[in-house]
């Protein structure tokens, strides 16, 4: 629920967020085929065949990998910055009629938490989060694909260990690492009302 309102706040810049995807995609197909292009190359000079074309072909990938990385993350930090302005644009507009009052009382630290820590932490969200999840998706349909054309069962078996690795065991590990989250949290924001407080 929290993550769907997080992503509403993508939606004026849904158009940079689909570069980011699109880019991203095709920068670790460029990554996937650069091996394979690379494989295929070393098998053909075993048979004595002329692999001048492939090298041409690597260098491209690999001169259009790193581009389509930087421009990716570009878009992806571009879209995080941008929004945490706007958030901490919307929380101070609440800290100022909340205050004087609010930072007198003893849930400063928390609201220091809010303000520094908590805002920071969303650009891990929007530049390290939305986008790779999306862009693994799609590039797991595309191998998926690529692999049941070769195979039906090297096809059926990609989906299977992508749901594994990319689903199951981050959920499963999330589940234990949550409450820890929720009590560095709740004992950083005392620490910070304990040095308020202080000073």
């Known amino acids: 629920k929290i993550m769907g309102k997080m992503i509403g706040l993508v939606k004026p810049l849904a158009h940079i967020m689909t570069a980011a995807v699109f880019l991203g995609t095709l920068g670790y197909l460029c990554a996937i085929f650069l091996t394979i292009t690379a494989g295929h190359g070393v098998l053909l000079a075993m048979k004595g065949q002329r692999v001048t074309k492939y090298l041409i072909i690597l260098v491209f990938l690999a001169v259009m990998r790193g581009i389509l990385h930087y421009a990716e993350q570009y878009c992806n930090h571009f879209i995080a910055f941008k929004l945490l302005a706007i958030i ?4 101070f507009a609440v800290l100022r009629k909340l205050c004087p009052a609010k930072l007198d009382g003893r849930e400063k630290g928390n609201l220091i938490s809010i303000i520094t820590t908590d805002i920071e932490l969303l650009e891990v969200f929007y530049a390290h989060t939305v986008a790779p999840i999306a ?4 590039t797991s349909i595309i191998i998926a694909c690529v692999l049941f054309a070769i195979n039906p069962i ?3 078996l990609s989906v299977v260990f992508y749901l594994i690795v990319g689903y199951f065991i981050p959920v499963f590990s999330s589940k234990f690492a949550k409450q820890g989250g929720v009590e560095y949290r709740a004992a950083f924001a005392d620490s910070n009302s304990y040095f308020l ?3």
Request: net charge neutral.
């Open 88 to 91: 901490r644009h919307q929380v």
């Open 135 to 138: 862009i693994g998706v799609v």
């Open 154 to 156: 090297f096809g059926a």
């Open 197 to 199: 407080e202080s000073l």
